[in-house]
T-cell receptor, first 114, second 112 residues
């Protein structure tokens, strides 16, 4: 069964550094998402991406965050200047077109900011 | 009021028991709902979609009550492997991008 893959599985970074989290969505999916989950808290929506542009973003997704689909297969999340509170699990998800189509999640990147 | 609300539990049940979880949602226009399962520090995995007519998949049954704005998940004949956190998800109709709104999750522990 096709799956969403994410790399790296764990990223440790000094505060203030830039990080790029990578995702390869399922190949025939059209919607792409990033979510995050701070330890012990619920999964929160960050951003959705469709047709090569951001279609919606949350309040969390401020100017420090950006997304890109550089080559038609990868989907990346960049955090420009990391803060301690960016420490979380980051999940990429993808879905086919359509409201009733469930999203498929990658196994996440654990981001630890020191 | 939270957009999607769940009892965090934990629900501790013996093997073989039947257990039910409810989830309430605040946006009456929400159209799509799902149950996901999350094991400790892992990704959410789709358990089942929730349809207006209700749906069943083996030991799992999901129901939607639009009038009262809640969805439910029933697990029959619980197995040790059912121990996990169960996440309720709603898609608000106002979202043109089908973003998920997650509940906090309900922890289930099935005891031998």
């Amino acid at each position: 069964e096709p799956e969403v893959t994410q790399t790296p599985s764990h990223q440790v970074t000094q505060m203030g550094q830039e990080v790029i989290l990578r995702c390869v969505p399922i190949s025939n999916h059209l919607y792409f998402y990033w979510y995050r989950q701070i330890l012990g808290q619920k999964v929160e929506f960050l951003v959705s991406f469709y047709n090569n542009e951001i279609s919606e973003k949350s309040e969390i997704f401020d100017d420090q965050f950006s997304v890109e689909r550089p080559d038609g297969s990868n989907f990346t999340l960049k955090i420009r200047s990391t803060k301690l509170e960016d420490s979380a699990m980051y999940f990429c998800a993808s879905s086919p077109l359509g409201q009733n189509q469930p999203q498929h999640f990658g196994d996440g990147t654990r981001l630890s900011i020191l | 009021r939270k957009e999607v609300e769940q009892d965090p539990g934990p629900f501790n049940v013996p093997e073989g028991a039947t257990v039910a979880f409810n989830c309430t949602y605040s946006n009456s226009a929400s159209q799509s709902f799902f149950w996901y399962r999350q094991d400790c520090r892992k990704e959410p995995k789709l358990l089942m979609s929730v349809y207006s007519s209700g749906n069943e998949d083996g030991r799992f049954t999901a129901q939607l009550n639009r009038a009262s704005q809640y969805i439910s998940l029933l697990i029959r004949d619980s197995k040790l492997s059912d121990s996990a956190t169960y996440l309720c998800v709603a898609i608000p109709t106002t979202s043109g991008t089908y973003k998920y709104i997650f509940g906090t999750g309900t922890r289930l522990k099935v005891l031998a």
